[in-house]
């Protein structure tokens, strides 16, 4: 039998839970709403471990952890969904007592920023989603005014499958964290230079993936390029069976859009420090000539021209991806 992806990954030393050093940072800086088996100082640490990242943390956060049963078969969208998330349908799990608590404790949250109509409406919705065993990895944002768009708050899942040792859910987690980061996506951010620019959702989604595998690098004590090489190794795979393309869109678009980041690092154009601490894209700030439209060009054409050097020696770029 062939090892599973967590197998292949524990032996490579990547972490599969999430347990991170304790960190500086007072809890206040999170609320926590948390239904799943993880134990709350554990998800707390881990937060704290990200966020002192980050150079300027401006939004608050929320983060709301609850378990879903297994998959239901076959795999599609939540049944009798009334609520404006989507996902897949597992066996709803969660307590009339556990729902009522999470849409409490997210009204709390949201009043004294959001108004009263705003909070009982978000509470709403994801504790209904939450009710109906709706599969979730997600980060939002309250509307309106501005004090409103500064609360956040972070969505995970707990399928059978995650609640184990989950590689997905380590990176995941630090993936969703850094959207809380990140300019709101109702602020569009002008990245490449294109008047309408259909770049800033691949360029966010691949931000997030590239600190979920650096943290996930560092977590484990790893140099990142064994964490990257793990990475394009599976997205290598994908390509080659074709159960994903090289577009920079969906499915994978996050998986993908790391890589090529990683090239523009690669090839001198982008700063990954200002990645790693958000300040790429906060405000929509950052380096305007690292997304020059040749760039993205360069990115898009060649993000996938990678191959493994020698069996275990890691994934290279080419030669033409790196000078072209
Ligand atoms: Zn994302």
Known sequence: MAASEEEVASRRGIPTALECPKSPIPES???LVNFSDYPDDEIIN???FAVNKIAEVQTDVMLIM???GPLLLP???????DTFYKGAGFEPVMTANQVDSMA???EKYLEPACGKEEAILQARQVSRFAELG???QVQARGGGSEECTKKAWVILSIDPSRAGPSRTLVTT??????HTVQARPSQPCNYSGAPADDDQFWIHEAGATFFGLEMAAELGNLNSDAVWWDHMDTISDLLANQQIGSELADPGIAEKGAIALRLLAERGQLETSEVMDGSLYQNCGGQPEAFSPQNIQVAKD???DYSEVSRGGGFRFSETALTQ
């Open 29 to 31: 800086q999170v609320s």
């Open 46 to 48: 881990c937060f704290n």
């Open 66 to 68: 609850y378990p879903v």
């Open 75 to 81: 795999p599609g969208e939540v049944k009798n969904n």
């Open 104 to 106: 409490s404790s997210m």
């Open 134 to 136: 709706g599969g979730q």
């Open 173 to 178: 987690f630090f993936h969703e964290v850094f």
């Open 302 to 304: 060649n993000w996938f």
